[in-house]
């Protein structure tokens, strides 16, 4: 079901970008936005009832909603433009919704990046080395020998341990 409303969002918001883009529809700010928070909600209720992460769809649905985003904002400027002599209010849309579209695909594309970079310095930084032992705990191995009748050789005094 997630899938299913992923991809049905994701190829209406572009579909939409491409209506408006070649001025066939220009849907108002209103609906744009009502329509982007049903989606978005719609697909955060059947993710938490499903129980599954899915990370390619929620990058799918961020990249979704970053095109939403845009169609909303260019559809505001097309409303809210009035210098009609120096551009029109099309030519002013299309550039609005072109100039969104390349900023919100980078920006998917820079947090996808460091999603990456993140999980793999995470990844090496999980390997570390153990604690050393405190005092007690290593008198208290060193007895744990010493009942056992292991044989113990001490070459030297040494600073972390004064009772050699």
Known sequence: MQ???????????????????????????????????????????????????????????????SLLASMFLSSLVHAAWDMEKFLSRLTMMKMTLVLLVIVAVYLNVVIIRAEISYKKKRGNQRIEEQPNKSYFEKRKVERERIQRGEVRIVLGASTDNEDN
């Open 3 to 65: 899938v299913f409303i992923a991809v049905i969002s994701f190829l209406t918001a572009a579909l939409g970008v491409t209506a408006m883009y070649n001025a066939v529809y220009i849907p108002t700010a209103k609906l744009i936005l009502i329509s982007g928070l049903t989606v978005t909600a719609i697909y955060f209720i059947v993710r938490r009832l499903q129980q599954q992460k899915y990370k390619k769809l929620d990058r799918l649905m961020s990249f979704t909603m």
